[in-house]
Each structure stands twice: as C-alpha cells, then as structure tokens.
C-alpha cells in the first residue's frame, strides 16, 4: 500500500469516506480488498486481506 495518484489503468473505490486508488486487474482478480489497521503491544500498522479469485492467496 502507498499513496499514488490514479491512472488510466486504476479505479477509485471510496468507503467510508477514504479513497483507495486499485488497479483495474487487481480489482478484477480479487474483488473484495479488506483493509485494517492493527496495533498491539510489539506492532502497529495496515493490514490488507484479499478475498477473491486467487486460489488460496491471501486468504
């Protein structure tokens, strides 16, 4: 994840009042994209899950 200005090549999704900038195949191939910030005691950060067409990655 980064911050990016869209392309031809993107799409723009808004939830919840952010805008995620995601390219057209990756979309395409996993169509639900969940993002989540996490922090406990030795970490803090995203975490991004992706649900799809992958065939078991990122599951």
């Known amino acids: 994840m ?3 200005e869209a392309k031809t090549t ?9 805008e995620f900038v995601i ?5 395409e191939q996993f ?9 406990n005691m030795f970490s803090k950060g995203f975490a991004i899950t992706l ?3 992958s ?3 990122g599951n």
């Open 23 to 27: 390219e057209k195949d990756l979309d």
């Open 51 to 53: 649900k799809g067409n």
């Open 31 to 39: 169509p639900a994209i969940e993002v989540d910030y996490r922090k």
């Open 10 to 18: 993107d799409i723009i999704k808004k939830v919840d009042g952010l």
């Open 55 to 57: 065939g078991g990655c």
């Open 2 to 4: 980064s911050l990016d």
